[in-house]
């Protein structure tokens, strides 16, 4: 099972995080991201149900936070709290 869907709706692509977010499902997610994700897009994340956030997961969230005009957590979890804790990184997403 993939641990993410990626929805564009208008100028809003949606993030849904589902389960463990790891290495092994990193470069594919890059890659999705590359070819959907667009400057003037909004990228929203649905974290809700995210259960493992790792950094090489995580670099790929922030990389792509910085191609979007916009960036929204429309719904965060602890996992998410605590990966940007483990990392020492700021969360460039804004609570929705």
């Known amino acids: 099972m ?13 993030l849904t995080l589902v389960g ?4 092994e499902h990193a ?3 890059a890659e999705k991201l590359k070819n959907t ?5 909004t990228l929203a994340i649905d974290a809700t149900q995210l259960t493992r956030l ?5 670099q790929v969230l ?3 936070a910085q191609v979007a ?3 929204l957590l429309l719904a965060p979890s602890k996992p998410w709290s605590d990966a940007f804790a483990r990392y020492a990184s700021p969360d460039p997403f804004r609570i929705a």
């Open 37 to 41: 994700l667009r400057p003037e897009n």
């Open 62 to 64: 922030l990389a792509s």
């Open 54 to 58: 790792d950094a090489a997961a995580l």
């Open 27 to 29: 470069q594919a997610l």
């Open 69 to 71: 005009t916009d960036t």
């Open 20 to 23: 463990e977010l790891t290495i």
């Open 2 to 14: 993939n641990p993410y869907t990626i929805n564009l709706d208008g100028s809003c692509l949606q």
